[in-house]
Every structure is written in C-alpha cells, then in structure tokens.
C-alpha cells in the first residue's frame, strides 16, 4: 500500500544551520502519528517541508506517490502554529474564505464542527480565546476531505478543557483512510489518541514506534519514552 507521506533522506539547512539531517520515514493510510519533539528539535521545519512552505536543501518528500509542490498541496490540509485567519472576519466568513479557497472543504460538516466545538458563526474571531480559536482553525482544517492533515502544536498554550475538547474532535472528524501528524511537545496530554510516533531530536529521527509496540517492548507509555529520550 502507497505511503500517504515518504521523506527520503530529508535534509535542511538555513545557512550554516542544520534543522533537519537524514530525516527517512513513512507514514501510512488510516494513521494519527505524533510527531514529538522539545522546542527546536525540528519538528516544525518538518511539517512546513512536508506541506510544501519550504524546499528540503536535499532528498524528497511525496505526498500519495507525488512530489511535494503544487500538485500534493491539492491532498494535503495544514493547521500552522499561528492562525490564518483575519481579524476582521467573524467565524462564518472564516468558513466561506476557506468553502471558496479549498475544492475539498465539506462545508456541512464544517457546520457539524462549529457546533461540537460549541462556536457561534457571528462569533468575531478577535473576541475568541486562544482554545475557542484553536477549536475554529481545527475546524477549517479538518473539514477539507484532504487525505494527508498536519497539525502543529494543536493544544498549544490552551487550557485543559479546550484540549481535551480539541483531541475528541480530531479523533470523531478526521478522514479514516488519511493520515494525521500532530507535532507537540505536551505529550501525556494527547498521547491517548497516537496510533505511532516518531521522536525528533536535534534535527534527526532517533525513533519511530507503533504505540503498542512501546508499550510491549519497552514496558511504558509514550510520555516515559518522550521524558527518557529527551533527558539524555
């Protein structure tokens, strides 16, 4: 079966500066991976890599057997660290910006989101907390019927509550026979929902696991290896 996201060799640099080195793996069909790492690590360069913002300096990246460029962003729905929307929308032209800019977004089930996240469509978005606007761009992003969905630091600097809220969300909408990879360094929180994982560090890939694996080989959860791993 055709990887949903291969990296082959991935390097890059930001002048004398190595932010990713060697990174290989694959990511299959029907997979919420948790891409863990500190601040730093390099996860973030990976996930703008694999959506397509930034070119490797060398390897390759695919996305459904395609080159990463214009033609796989069609397959592929990035939620960023910073929101995209603008101030002067209110949630519903949220939802239209993105009905008009993405051929892919359900905009019923974007409505079915808004009201499991609890949000009103004439709600402004400068009013929203940072949960309640981290539950609207998880909306915008998850309602594209993309087959390849990067999420950074999701649950960044929200409240319990609204993480908890998040993570139900991402598990009930997101498509079955695509991919997810969520980066973030708050891992007990989210590891609940992580099918495998792949731990960066200083730019390499020091591990990729199925969840049960850790837990059957190495006789811990995944907040344990994250703490072990990253304590040398």
Sequence with gaps: MEPVLKLDNVTKRYGARSALSSVSFEVGPGKIIGLLGSNGSGKTTLMKLAAGL???????????????????????AFMPDQPLTESWMKVRDAVAFSRDFYPDFDESKARDMLSFMQLSPGDKIVSLSKGMNERLQLTLTLSRNAKLYLLDEPIGGVDPVAR???????????????????STHLVRDIERIFDEVVFIK????????????????????????????YAE
């Design 54 to 76: 930034l070119r490797p300096t060398s390897g390759s990246l695919s996305v459904c057997g395609l080159p990463v460029g214009v033609y796989s962003k069609a397959y592929t």
């Design 164 to 182: 908890e809220k998040i993570l139900d969300a991402i598990v009930q909408y997101y498509h079955e026979e695509s991919s997810l990879i969520i």
């Design 202 to 229: 200083d730019g390499t890939v020091v591990l990729h696991e199925q969840v049960d694996d850790i837990r059957m080989k190495h006789g811990k959860g995944v907040d344990e290896m994250f703490k072990e791993v």
